[in-house]
């Protein structure tokens, strides 16, 4: 008995419907089988829908992550991902969005050559599920970000005046991103997967 379709981007939307709607059997894109084999375990269905019958927030979107701890990155793949997105480990020509905390380095410069990439800070795709809608990405531009000072120079600025709001709510967001990862954690492999095309599986 079927009791999981695998597909592809290239097969026919009315059948992937009528296998869902008629036969009532989930209907999977072919990364769920790479994702649950380095996972050990087998993944929740609806974070792999097919591109063409996918619903998801993120479904026109190809993040890529840098420029922060594994667990932040962990927990940005899985929110994309699980809401129609995909992501990869480096920047490509089908990157459309570079999620980094800094707004200088190696992969940022990279970034420069791909003029439809866009620039987002982590918060973003946090703030984007919380609207359930795609925020303006202009907003999240990490050049926006306001550093912490090293500890002596923050000590000599608190004696003058204390955290802004801006800077308080940036801390805040900082907190919510590593708060929301254990939600979707479990299972997920320790490292940003590399998408792949064609009919084959990578090995």
């Known amino acids: 008995m079927v009791n999981v379709a695998i597909t592809h981007t290239t097969d026919n939307i009315e ?4 296998i869902t ?3 009532d059997i989930p209907v ?4 769920w089988v790479v994702m ?8 929740p269905h609806k974070a792999f829908p097919p591109k063409q019958i996918s619903r998801g927030l993120f479904r026109d979107a190809c993040i890529c992550a840098t420029n922060m701890s594994q667990a932040d990155m962990d927990a940005i793949w899985a929110m994309v991902c699980f809401n129609g997105g995909s992501a990869q480990r480096k920047i490509t020509e089908n990157t459309t969005h570079l999620i980094t905390t800094m707004n200088c380095s190696k992969m940022v410069q990279e970034s420069r050559k791909f003029k439809l990439l866009r620039l987002v800070t982590p918060d973003w795709v946090v ?3 919380k609207s359930r809608s795609l925020l303006n990405e202009t907003s999240y531009h990490p050049s926006l970000l306001m550093v912490p000072a090293p500890p002596h120079q923050l000590d000599c600025e608190r004696r003058v005046a204390p955290f802004s709001q801006s800077s308080l709510q940036f801390h805040n967001q900082q907190h919510q991103i590593t708060s929301t990862q254990h939600s979707f954690q479990a299972g997920m492999p320790a490292y940003m997967p590399q998408p792949f095309h064609g009919g084959h599986i990578p090995t």
């Open 28 to 31: 999977v894109d072919c990364s």
């Open 36 to 43: 649950s084999n380095l996972c050990g375990k087998l993944l």
């Open 127 to 129: 703030d984007c599920l």
């Open 21 to 23: 709607d008629i036969y």
């Open 15 to 18: 059948e992937l419907t009528e």
